[in-house]
């Protein structure tokens, strides 16, 4: 039997060349999970529905934003709006603006709203799924800058060799 045992040469990221940490950023990128979107995208959706006067206690967000035909953001609703009841439901296999099935109800009444408010809203309603989803790339971008990639590394005590290459 014979045993070989090879020796590495391990690097923290600051003691890379920047070539080398360029390379380890890129594999940090390449597995980032951006595991707090969820939560941030639920509070900002929350946020542009109460600026904006919709009042839902249960919304729920669905977004796929990979800078991909199709991708967006759009929320499901069941609330009110003015003096409508309010349903938005996803629908098809998209999570975009289109992706959905509106209900406007008069709350006096309980007939559905005429065309010119079910305009107004779904104007509206386009315009926060919108915003969510420019917000949404930003916090993207925000957690795929140089500094934030840096500090994960960093803090997570990631080790590579010369190369940028990351070592177990």
Same mark, same amino acid.
């Given at each position: ?9 391990? @690097?923290?990221? *600051? !003691? %890379?060349?920047? /070539?080398? =940490?360029? #390379?380890?950023? &890129? ?15 639920? @509070?900002?959706? *929350? !946020? %542009?529905?109460? /600026?904006? =006067?919709? #009042?839902?206690? &249960? ?110």
């Amino acid at each position: 039997m014979e045993t070989i045992t090879k020796v590495y040469n391990v @690097y923290t990221l *600051d !003691e %890379l060349s920047d /070539e080398a =940490k360029d #390379k380890a950023r &890129d594999w940090y990128r390449m597995g980032n999970q951006f595991d707090f979107m969820g939560e941030e995208m639920q @509070y900002l959706a *929350d !946020e %542009l529905l109460k /600026e904006n =006067k919709i #009042k839902c206690d &249960d919304a729920s967000v669905y977004y796929s934003l990979a800078n991909c035909q199709g991708d967006g953001a759009m929320i499901e609703i069941n609330g009110t709006w003015k003096s409508y009841s309010v349903g938005v439901k996803q629908r098809g296999h998209y999570h975009h603006y289109n992706s959905k099935e509106i209900t406007l109800e008069s709350i006096k009444t309980g007939k559905d709203a005429d065309e010119k408010v079910y305009n107004e809203f779904n104007a509206l309603y386009v315009d926060i799924c919108q915003q969510l989803e420019r917000k949404g790339y930003d916090f993207i971008d925000a957690e795929n800058s140089d500094e934030c990639v840096d500090d994960n590394i960093s803090c997570n005590e990631y080790t590579f060799d010369i190369d940028g290459n990351r070592l177990d």
